[in-house]
């Protein structure tokens, strides 16, 4: 059996809407699943506070008919400056992975993106999260840069992040690329 088959199904779907301070303790604890070092609620809405930020969040919806409640799935924030972004963190819950929800993350953030004139994403993964890198590259991210011993783990030990960029062919201020 692939990893495909094995990947829980949503038999309502995958719905994305913006991520603001009421979905912060959700999106944390989200956070707090995926990372070593996770952004408390307060730092998150300290994050969406910052000009030129946003969000999505990732959910299956529930069903009230048969009394199932919303499952957060996972969630993207961003920050923009001028006609450039930066994803600032990206997680998807693990019983969601393979499941189409960080596409669907990206997928939201790019056209948010294009409808605001950024003409460019930048992103910052360490080097040994080679699921992240697989998916930033099918969705045409390319490795601009290296930053040495970058993530420093529990363990003690270090390891770089590459910094990757997409270009969304936007290029509001008219410098050349």
Not at 38 to 58: K, Q
Not at 157 to 169: H, I, K, P, Q, T
């Amino acid at each position: 059996m692939s990893s495909e088959s094995r990947a829980p199904k949503f038999a309502n779907g995958i719905e994305i809407v913006p991520l603001t301070a009421a979905f912060c303790a959700v999106a944390s604890a989200l956070h707090t699943d995926g990372f070593e070092d996770h952004w408390s609620e307060d730092e998150m809405i300290a994050l969406l506070d910052v000009p030129g930020s946003f969000g999505f969040l990732a959910f299956a919806p529930g069903n009230d008919a048969e009394n199932q409640l919303d499952i957060p799935l996972g969630f993207i924030q961003m920050q923009t400056v001028l006609d450039e972004a930066e994803i600032n963190t990206i997680v998807v819950a693990k019983q969601a992975r393979k499941c189409g929800v960080a596409r669907k993350l990206l997928s939201a953030t790019f056209d948010r993106l294009r409808e605001t004139g950024i003409g460019r994403v930048l992103l910052e993964v360490a080097d040994d999260n080679t699921s992240a890198i697989a998916l930033y590259r099918h969705n045409g991210f390319v490795e601009i840069g290296r930053r040495k011993q970058y993530y420093r783990r529990k363990s003690g030990r270090s390891v770089d992040a590459l910094v990757m960029e997409r270009d969304l062919g936007l290029c509001v201020l008219g410098w050349d690329r």
